[in-house]
């Protein structure tokens, strides 16, 4: 049987499901969700793309995880900037918890670069229908990392390691197809001006330029995430768990993090945007 799973929406195929990736280990190897589509079949990720090989999709993925880099790519380093190092770990699948056409859950493992576990992760991924509309649907993920008994977890980024700029990527992030993009919350527009934000909500609209248009709706902030937004060198959004500061889990201890992103065809403006999660709840 194929170990990687497909998600439906009203029989359509929405979303495929990579569990384990064949990819160069520097990458980051890691289960991860290409392409996702609209309900018109408009693709919305872009995955190894030329700019950043490491972009897989949707994923969850941290570049600094008590020293090792699950994101892949180059590690930031304190005084020294982005460095090759020898410090890739990879998430491996464990178990399917549940499978289904809508809905998926497995069990995870976030490793070293020796193959030694860090974290253990549960996940739960499902796409279901927007009631009244035939243009959107809903993607849900929720995740529970858990830290050893023994050893506190921390999990950091490029900005809590030194870099400026509003750099602390890394949670659950969103690489968007290739192409023209925008980003607004309530109250904020462009990518200066919601990248860092905390707002409940964050639109991404892509497409353009010749292509079929598409929104992405995100809401599901956890306390202490901030929102990580590109439109500009490439097109992404990020739940970004270590924007400021570390989060560290105590040993013993979990966080959980629960994300809905809307996918809808055909670009949404601010009123739009609030009337669709009024629907959705």
Same mark, same amino acid.
């Given at each position: 049987?194929?170990?990687?799973?497909?998600?439906?929406?009203?029989?359509?195929?929405?979303?495929?499901?990579?569990?384990?990736?064949?990819?160069?280990?520097?990458?980051?190897?890691?289960?991860?969700?290409?392409?996702?589509?609209?309900?018109?079949?408009?693709?919305?990720?872009?995955?190894?793309?030329?700019?950043?090989?490491?972009?897989?999709?949707?994923?969850?993925?941290?570049?600094?995880?008590?020293? +090792?880099?699950?994101?892949?790519?180059?590690?930031?380093?304190?005084?020294?900037?982005?460095?090759?190092?020898?410090?890739?770990?990879?998430?491996?699948?464990? !178990?399917?918890?549940?499978?289904?056409?809508?809905?998926?859950?497995?069990?995870?493992?976030?490793?070293?670069?020796?193959?030694?576990?860090?974290? +253990?992760?549960?996940?739960?991924?499902?796409?279901?229908?927007?009631?009244?509309?035939?243009?959107?649907?809903?993607?849900?993920?929720?995740?529970?990392?858990?830290?050893?008994?023994?050893?506190?977890?921390?999990?950091?980024?490029?900005?809590?390691?030194? %870099?400026?700029?509003?750099?602390?990527?890394?949670?659950?992030?969103?690489? !968007?197809?290739?192409?023209?993009?925008?980003?607004?919350?309530?109250?904020?527009?462009?990518?200066?001006?919601?990248?860092?934000?905390?707002?409940?909500?964050?639109?991404?609209?892509?497409?353009? !330029?010749?292509?079929?248009?598409?929104?992405?709706?995100?809401?599901?902030?956890?306390?202490?995430?901030?929102?990580?937004? %590109?439109?500009?060198?490439?097109?992404?959004?990020?739940?970004?768990?270590?924007?400021?500061?570390?989060?560290?889990?105590?040993?013993?201890?979990?966080?959980?993090?629960?994300? +809905?992103?809307?996918?809808?065809?055909?670009?949404?403006?601010?009123?739009?945007?609030?009337?669709?999660?009024?629907?959705?709840?």
């Amino acid at each position: 049987m194929d170990e990687n799973a497909r998600l439906t929406v009203r029989g359509a195929t929405v979303a495929e499901y990579v569990i384990a990736p064949e990819i160069d280990p520097r990458h980051g190897p890691r289960p991860f969700l290409h392409p996702v589509r609209t309900l018109a079949g408009v693709p919305v990720t872009d995955a190894l793309p030329e700019d950043h090989r490491w972009h897989l999709g949707v994923s969850v993925a941290m570049q600094d995880v008590a020293g +090792t880099n699950l994101w892949g790519g180059r590690t930031y380093v304190r005084g020294s900037g982005y460095t090759w190092r020898d410090d890739h770990g990879r998430i491996a699948h464990d !178990a399917w918890l549940e499978r289904a056409d809508d809905h998926i859950g497995q069990r995870l493992r976030w490793c070293d670069p020796t193959g030694a576990t860090l974290l +253990t992760e549960q996940r739960r991924v499902a796409a279901r229908p927007v009631d009244g509309r035939d243009d959107a649907w809903a993607l849900d993920v929720t995740y529970t990392l858990a830290a050893p008994m023994d050893r506190e977890i921390a999990l950091g980024s490029p900005a809590t390691n030194g %870099r400026p700029g509003g750099a602390g990527y890394g949670g659950f992030f969103w690489r !968007a197809a290739p192409g023209p993009a925008e980003a607004f919350t309530a109250g904020a527009e462009g990518e200066e001006a919601v990248n860092g934000s905390t707002e409940p909500w964050l639109a991404f609209v892509g497409g353009g !330029a010749g292509g079929p248009a598409y929104t992405l709706v995100f809401s599901g902030l956890g306390d202490g995430d901030h929102w990580f937004v %590109r439109t500009g060198i490439y097109p992404g959004v990020c739940v970004a768990l270590a924007f400021a500061r570390p989060l560290v889990i105590a040993a013993g201890g979990a966080v959980r993090r629960r994300h +809905t992103v809307l996918v809808v065809d055909g670009t949404l403006r601010r009123d739009q945007v609030e009337a669709l999660l009024g629907r959705v709840g």
